[in-house]
């Protein structure tokens, strides 16, 4: 049965051949389908890689104390009327909770950074010396600022991988002054480098500096927000604790709501799996609607290919082909031409992952591609098996009458 | 040894509620190494008393031994390996197909008779050989002529190395030089004890059978043999 096997796609693909533009058109919603459901695989590879680490950057052992919940769909003025955060909290949290390990306030604003006749702008961050505990980011030159360069004000700055380089290149830049708003800063410590945060913007691009000069010379009445890092095993009853805290130091009544919130990145992880449901129903949803839009495209041309060579089938009726043996050819040529546009759609997509590779980290996954594959091929069987059945059983006499 | 046994073969068809006797009680046997000849005016039956031969048709009542076997017992799979080891078709139209060369067409029927492709190949070209074309056989049909193209056709039915060969108005669309070739070649392969049944309607044919059956509506008028 092997030889046949050969045979059969020997005329299968040259059926395909002799009607390339045909075929083409004919298995576009193949391709369309193969494309679809493995580029939706490489977006939410892609999504899971830049997810995770910008996860990792967050840091799960870290709670946000803000104004507002993140993801809800509180309204603005709600959020505004409840009180700010203020910089005591730190002391008053550090005073009273058991897990709290680390508290720092961030106040954060858009400014413009300049060194001698190179400028940027960027984000700038108002914190304190406990910083560097809330982030999963080192100090790869010099050194944070202490608690006492905080509250003496002193203007100093640790800045992102992306402005040293940006501004030093491979100088050093520990002791030269850059400019934050026209005003001198001494940069005192760089920050490793991280990438993109969810593949949107780069946390490289950043200043930090202690809260005081911030509070200072750029915003007396900000947000702030407080980050706290928690034990990771105790997630749970640090937040309970810290709620109750930030209760008490807002002096709230049993009866009165929070007017405050306590965000951790679980929060992200939810939404981020809406997200990828979401995408990932479109991606199925369009691979299914085209693939039932190919597979009608290849049954059409399988009826007229049948059509076409009716006199061939009885020919080969004549020449002691089984009925099996017909069906057989049509079939492998209804799958052949599956298969083909299959990897054509497969080939379009390697050739758009590596452009998506430049835009954030992704890859196209082996096992999706494998499966698209065999999935168009099956594709091929179902809407190639009522032609096939057609011409196994055509009347061998009217068939080679056929004209 | 008889090849061949009809016994009170009928084909009725229904056409537009009346009965069509195509073939109207036909009783023949065939034996081994004849040369027959079947002619008759169309409409006479003599097609469908070929496809009947063939195996690619079956009576609407009567008894088809092939070989001392029941022919309208059998099912599709026994029927095409018949066709496909016993029988050698040839057709008016050559029926080649188009796109494979000569040497692949012939080779077709040793596919569907599972054979590897090496003794395929061994075997398509001596089939080409004995019919005088292994100088064309990597041509494509289009770029044979008419004679060569039938000399293919008959490679063709010879390959699997039949006990009949049929052929449907082998000459029919062919100029008369070809035309005697390819009788040429049929009167060969009945010297070296092939059976051939040739359907046709012209006389100059037909003598180079040694035996001449006429049908008219559906019956045998004459059958009539000569010594060779």
Same mark, same amino acid.
């Given at each position: 049965?092997?030889? %046949?096997?050969?045979?059969?796609?020997?005329? &299968?693909?040259?059926?395909?051949?002799?009607?390339?533009?045909? +075929?083409?058109?004919?298995?576009?919603?193949?391709?369309?389908?193969?494309?679809?459901?493995?580029?939706?695989? !490489?977006?939410?590879?892609?999504?899971?890689?830049?997810?995770?680490? &910008?996860?990792?950057?967050? *840091?799960?052992?870290?709670?946000?104390?803000?104004?507002?919940?993140?993801?809800?769909?509180?309204?603005?003025?709600?959020? =505004?009327?409840?009180?700010?955060?203020?910089?005591?909290?730190?002391?008053?949290?550090? $005073?009273?909770?058991?897990?709290?390990?680390?508290?720092?306030?961030?106040?954060?604003?858009?400014?413009?950074?300049?060194? =001698?006749?190179?400028?940027?702008?960027?984000?700038?961050?108002?914190?304190?010396?406990?910083?560097?505990?809330?982030?999963?980011?080192?100090?790869?030159?010099?050194?944070?600022?202490?608690?006492?360069?905080?509250?003496?004000?002193?203007?100093?700055?640790?800045?992102?991988? #992306?402005?040293?380089?940006?501004?030093?290149?491979?100088?050093?830049?520990?002791?030269?002054?850059?400019?934050?708003?026209?005003?001198?800063?001494?940069?005192? *410590?760089?920050?490793?480098?991280?990438?993109?945060? %969810?593949?949107?913007?780069?946390?490289?691009?950043?200043?930090?500096?202690?809260?005081?000069? /911030?509070?200072?010379?750029?915003?007396?009445?900000?947000?702030?927000?407080?980050?706290?890092?928690?034990? $990771?095993?105790?997630?749970?009853?640090?937040?309970?604790?810290?709620?109750?805290?930030?209760?008490?130091?807002?002096?709230?009544?049993?009866?009165?709501?929070?007017?405050?919130?306590?965000?951790?990145?679980?929060?992200?992880?939810?939404?981020?799996?809406?997200?990828?449901?979401?995408?990932?129903?479109?991606?199925?949803?369009?691979?299914?609607? +085209?693939?039932?839009?190919?597979?009608?495209?290849?049954?059409?041309?399988?009826?007229?290919?049948?059509?076409?060579?009716?006199? @061939?089938?009885?020919?080969?009726?004549?020449?002691?082909?089984?009925?099996?043996?017909?069906?057989?050819?049509? %079939?492998? @040529?209804?799958?052949?031409?599956?298969?083909?546009?299959?990897?054509?759609?497969?080939?379009?997509?390697?050739?758009?992952?590596?452009?998506?590779?430049?835009?954030?980290? &992704?890859? %196209?996954?082996?096992?999706?591609?494998?499966?698209?594959?065999?999935?168009?091929?099956?594709?091929?069987?179902?809407?190639?098996?009522?032609?096939?059945?057609?011409?196994?059983?055509?009347?061998?006499?009217?068939?080679?009458?056929?004209? | 040894?008889?090849?061949?046994?009809?016994?009170?073969?009928?084909?009725?068809?229904?056409? #537009?509620?009346?009965?069509?006797?195509?073939?109207?009680?036909?009783?023949?046997?065939?034996?081994?190494?004849?040369?027959?000849?079947?002619? #008759?005016?169309?409409?006479?039956?003599?097609?469908?008393?070929?496809?009947?031969?063939?195996?690619?048709?079956?009576?609407?009542?009567?008894? /088809?031994?092939?070989?001392? @076997?029941?022919?309208?017992?059998?099912?599709?799979?026994?029927?095409?390996?018949?066709?496909?080891?016993?029988?050698?078709?040839?057709?008016?139209?050559?029926?080649?197909?188009?796109?494979?060369?000569?040497?692949?067409?012939?080779?077709?029927?040793?596919?569907?008779?599972?054979?590897?492709?090496?003794?395929?190949?061994?075997?398509?070209?001596?089939?080409?050989?004995?019919?005088?074309?292994?100088?064309?056989?990597?041509?494509?049909?289009?770029?044979?002529?008419?004679?060569?193209?039938?000399?293919?056709?008959?490679?063709?039915?010879?390959?699997?190395?039949?006990?009949?060969?049929?052929?449907? $108005?082998?000459?029919?669309?062919?100029?008369? =030089? &070809?035309?005697?070739?390819?009788?040429?070649?049929?009167?060969?392969?009945?010297?070296?004890?092939? !059976?051939?049944?040739?359907?046709?309607?012209?006389?100059?044919?037909?003598?180079?059978?040694?035996?001449?059956?006429?049908?008219?509506?559906?019956?045998?008028?004459?059958?009539?043999?000569?010594?060779?």
């Amino acid at each position: 049965m092997f030889s %046949l096997f050969i045979e059969n796609f020997r005329i &299968s693909l040259s059926a395909v051949l002799a009607n390339k533009t045909r +075929s083409i058109l004919t298995a576009l919603g193949i391709i369309i389908g193969v494309l679809s459901v493995t580029l939706m695989g !490489t977006l939410i590879s892609g999504l899971d890689r830049s997810f995770e680490s &910008s996860m990792s950057w967050l *840091g799960k052992d870290i709670l946000y104390i803000s104004r507002y919940e993140w993801f809800s769909d509180m309204e603005w003025w709600e959020i =505004k009327n409840r009180p700010r955060l203020l910089p005591e909290y730190v002391d008053k949290i550090k $005073e009273r909770s058991e897990y709290a390990l680390a508290v720092a306030p961030v106040m954060q604003r858009g400014a413009s950074l300049s060194y =001698k006749e190179k400028e940027t702008r960027t984000e700038i961050f108002g914190t304190n010396e406990d910083y560097m505990e809330t982030i999963n980011t080192d100090i790869v030159q010099g050194r944070f600022f202490t608690s006492n360069e905080d509250r003496s004000g002193s203007r100093v700055t640790v800045i992102g991988h #992306g402005i040293k380089e940006a501004f030093f290149g491979e100088k050093d830049p520990i002791g030269q002054y850059i400019q934050i708003d026209n005003i001198k800063f001494r940069v005192i *410590g760089v920050l490793e480098k991280q990438g993109k945060f %969810l593949g949107l913007f780069s946390v490289d691009k950043q200043a930090i500096l202690p809260l005081g000069a /911030y509070k200072r010379l750029f915003s007396r009445r900000g947000w702030m927000r407080l980050s706290v890092k928690i034990p $990771e095993q105790k997630i749970e009853e640090g937040m309970d604790e810290l709620s109750a805290v930030m209760r008490h130091i807002r002096g709230l009544k049993p009866s009165e709501k929070n007017d405050f919130a306590i965000n951790q990145t679980k929060a992200f992880e939810k939404q981020y799996n809406t997200l990828k449901v979401a995408i990932g129903g479109t991606g199925v949803f369009i691979t299914l609607l +085209s693939l039932i839009v190919g597979g009608i495209g290849i049954m059409n041309i399988m009826f007229v290919s049948v059509k076409e060579r009716t006199r @061939e089938i009885g020919v080969r009726k004549a020449i002691g082909a089984t009925k099996g043996m017909i069906m057989g050819q049509f %079939l492998m @040529e209804a799958v052949t031409i599956c298969l083909i546009a299959g990897l054509i759609g497969l080939f379009f997509a390697y050739i758009s992952s590596i452009f998506i590779n430049k835009i954030f980290p &992704s890859t %196209l996954p082996i096992g999706l591609s494998i499966s698209a594959v065999i999935m168009s091929m099956v594709v091929g069987v179902i809407s190639g098996f009522i032609p096939s059945y057609q011409a196994a059983n055509l009347d061998p006499i009217d068939s080679l009458r056929y004209e | 040894m008889t090849l061949i046994s009809l016994k009170d073969i009928y084909k009725i068809y229904n056409v #537009g509620g009346e009965e069509v006797r195509a073939l109207d009680g036909i009783n023949l046997e065939i034996k081994e190494n004849e040369y027959l000849a079947i002619m #008759g005016p169309s409409g006479s039956g003599k097609s469908t008393l070929m496809n009947m031969i063939g195996c690619l048709d079956t009576p609407t009542s009567g008894v /088809y031994e092939f070989e001392g @076997e029941m022919v309208q017992v059998m099912d599709d799979a026994q029927l095409a390996s018949i066709r496909n080891r016993k029988i050698g078709f040839v057709f008016q139209t050559f029926n080649l197909l188009p796109k494979a060369t000569a040497q692949h067409n012939v080779e077709i029927p040793l596919v569907y008779a599972n054979i590897r492709k090496a003794q395929r190949i061994q075997l398509a070209s001596d089939a080409l050989d004995s019919v005088g074309l292994e100088d064309r056989m990597h041509h494509k049909p289009n770029e044979l002529s008419g004679g060569q193209r039938q000399r293919v056709a008959i490679a063709r039915a010879l390959v699997n190395n039949p006990s009949i060969i049929l052929a449907d $108005e082998p000459t029919g669309n062919l100029d008369s =030089k &070809s035309g005697h070739e390819i009788m040429d070649i049929f009167n060969l392969l009945h010297k070296k004890g092939n !059976t051939i049944i040739l359907v046709t309607h012209e006389d100059y044919i037909a003598k180079q059978a040694h035996r001449t059956i006429r049908l008219f509506d559906g019956k045998v008028t004459e059958d009539a043999k000569r010594d060779s």
